[in-house]
């Protein structure tokens, strides 16, 4: 009997053993992390980010450095155990806002920062857009730009995604009061151009007609519908050119637009436009697209349509800027669109009229 009873165990050990050790070795997988697996996704998740900035605020606003950087300490307060602070350096950039906005655009220097995480590692430079100023437009302001690019985003991945941020600008020299603002990283297009196997290409001698015609056209009309005069692909003025690293036998490349601020969406009291222009407000759509037929661009204009209910969505669902900002935007888009579904010839007439004939 007992020779029996040992057997029958014996047998029940031998058949569950497997599981047993399965359960054991997934146990053990998972209660040791892999550190190499391990990435920050800073441009793959819209969750807003709190980071600190600890640097001499009175040289930065006394002489917004573009050459020169100067000595900086980041801090991405994720939460109390799990925050990370590292060395680095930063100067400003830009023009216009870097002469009228009190915080001018930021460039930080990652270079020999290690923040543990192998993706933000591989991030050398990497542009920072803060808040022209104190003051609830100019926070405005900020939110609507980085909106501007998510409406982008929803017509191609062939753009800048951007984060958002709050932002603790803290003085080193402790001279100043802490101050807390609203802003936003851009992708860099080293990230941007390896996410679409591309290369970026700096020659300013580029015209419209250097890049591919769809793809033209899509930025043209997305400018148009943003009330985005101020770019231009000679010069690459607000434009990034890139090309496939994969075979290409037209060699022509793909126009990705950024900077957003002088729009009519955003619609900044700053932005006022030239004689050359020939619009009385940012507010007035002009189209500087390529001469196409009408069937080339109410082709392109389908997509526009199919996507509008994306674009509402992005603005309404956007946490951080009231109803009243919410319903400004989403107006100044029922003009395109309605030019656009009640009025295609107004639109196509439009574009017919102002369009650059090469």
């Not at 600890?54 to 801090?75: G, M, N, Q, V, W």
């Not at 023009?95 to 460039?107: G, L, Q, S």
């Not at 900044?268 to 222009?277: H, L």
Request: hydrophobic share 35%.
């Amino acid at each position: 009997m007992k020779k029996k009873i040992f057997f029958q165990i014996t047998v029940v050990v031998f058949l569950v053993s497997p599981f047993i050790n399965r359960n054991n070795f997934l146990l053990a997988q998972t209660s040791i992390p892999d550190s190499s697996k391990k990435y920050f996704r800073l441009f793959e998740e819209d969750k807003i980010i709190d980071i600190s900035l600890r640097f001499d605020l009175s040289t930065y606003f006394r002489t917004k450095p573009k050459e020169d950087y100067l000595k900086a300490e980041i801090t991405f307060n994720l939460n109390r155990p799990d925050s990370i602070s590292q060395s680095v350096r930063l100067r400003t950039r830009g023009i216009f806002r870097n002469r009228y906005c009190m915080f001018a655009p930021i460039e930080l220097n990652f270079k020999r920062a290690d923040f543990g995480y192998p993706d933000l590692n591989k991030i050398t430079k990497l542009k920072l857009v803060p808040q022209c100023s104190s003051g609830k437009d100019k926070e405005d302001y900020v939110l609507r730009e980085y909106l501007a690019y998510k409406l982008f985003n929803v017509l191609t991945d062939t753009s800048f995604r951007v984060r958002l941020l709050t932002i603790n600008y803290i003085d080193s020299e402790k001279k100043k009061k802490p101050v807390k603002q609203y802003g936003f990283f851009i992708e860099p297009v080293e990230m941007l151009a390896a996410r679409i196997n591309c290369l970026q290409v700096k020659s300013k001698t580029l015209n419209q007609k250097s890049i591919i015609p769809k793809i033209m056209d899509r930025f043209a009309i997305f400018n148009y519908m943003i009330g985005n005069y101020d770019w231009s692909v000679p010069g690459l003025h607000n434009v990034t050119v890139l090309k496939s690293t994969g075979f290409d036998p037209s060699g022509l490349g793909i126009a990705i637009p950024h900077d957003f601020d002088w729009t009519g969406l955003v619609n900044p009291t700053y932005a006022i436009p030239t004689e050359e222009v020939g619009t009385e407000n940012v507010r007035q759509r002009i189209f500087w697209g390529v001469c196409r037929t009408k069937e080339v661009y109410r082709k392109e204009l389908e997509l526009f349509l199919e996507k509008k209910s994306e674009f509402y969505k992005v603005i309404n669902e956007f946490p951080y800027v009231n109803n009243q900002a919410k319903k400004d935007m989403t107006g100044y888009l029922d003009g395109f669109f309605n030019q656009l579904e009640g009025k295609k010839d107004m639109i196509l007439y439009n574009f017919m009229n102002s369009c650059k004939d090469f």
